[in-house]
């Protein structure tokens, strides 16, 4: 009985303040709707802000573009081609078409002459140059875009691919007049780019794309090899232009490996070969293809036991087997690379097949 004015008491106080806790539970909890509304509309608007900008990004880039006649220099130009160099005929007929280029590619119209073939760095061009303007490394869809072009050009002129890019491309004149007509064609070449580019840059990628020599050296290039170094020295610059190579450093490589001891085999690897080199480098390094790593000591004695030049196995491993391993283990990545398994279809199913 004495409990009972306590209980009352409580009953009293809590219908005094659960007005008040209801009110304040409502208040935060249209507090919390409103910010996240706001938060939402915001959101919105930025997105629209981002839309709209891109769009206004390519309508000013696509409003940039102007002929290619537009320039002074191209105007002389083409005033006096002449029929007699195959250059000038493709000049004129790209300057015939006035096709449409961007503005500021067309007002940055600067010409880098290289002898070798080799791409342009950054440090090789003016550091003025308009942020528009998209340098370096070229994509994949960048080089299609240039062949595709190249062999439109070709077509459409009825040329003798080889003999113009014998005139065009390994003719290294630093006249201007020769550089503004590389660019010209530099200009015909991007056209389909889905960014700015500068023409003497497209038309440097292209001198790589259509007369670097890749792959397995011939035996008249292994002759030029020694006797350039025997006359010159190792000037792997001047040679790697003689031989239309990309790097000097190839070269060097490939002298170490002809001046090997003449033990050593030389050619293709074996399949026997290639099995022996993928166990010995997994006994080394377990976690090879993702962070493990084999040490020069390890590639002599590899070398040793396949009685090859150690560069040469280790050159085989890193441009061949590694990467054909990792493209097979990112589709199965289930496979545990310790067991050996993967060793055995990689001989089995991928090297057979690469032989036959």
Known sequence: MIMLPMLHSVSRTMRIFSPTILQSTNFLHTSNCCKAMAKEVKKKEEEIETSSLRLAKVSKTRASRCSIMKSEDHRMINKVLGKDFLIDIVVGHILGRKIKVHKVALE?????????????????????????????????????????????????????????????????????????????????????????????????????????????????????????????????????????????????????????SKDNKCGPFTVDEDKLIIREVFAVSQNILEEGNVVKEDWETIGKKLQRNSLAVHSHWKYVLEPMLKRYEAGTLNIDMRKGKIIEFYVSNIMNKIKL
């Open 108 to 260: 940055s119209n600067i010409t880098i002459f290289k002898e070798n073939l080799r791409v342009i760095k950054r440090h090789e061009l003016p550091g003025n140059l308009s942020p528009e303007l998209k340098i370096g490394r070229f994509t994949i869809e960048n080089d299609e875009i240039i062949k595709h072009n190249w062999n439109k050009l070709i077509t459409e002129l009825n040329l003798k691919e080889q003999e113009v890019i014998k005139e065009i491309f390994e003719k290294t004149d630093k006249n201007k007049d020769f550089g503004l007509k590389k660019n010209i064609i530099g200009y015909f070449l991007s056209q389909g780019f889905s960014e700015v580019r500068l023409a003497t840059e497209v038309f440097q990628r292209a001198r790589i794309l259509l007369c670097a020599k890749r792959g397995y050296f011939s035996p008249e290039e292994d002759k030029t090899i020694l006797d350039f170094v025997d006359k010159e020295g190792k000037k792997w610059t001047k040679l790697s232009i003689l031989l239309g190579r990309t790097s000097g450093g190839v070269l060097y490589n490939r002298y170490n490996l002809l001046t090997a």
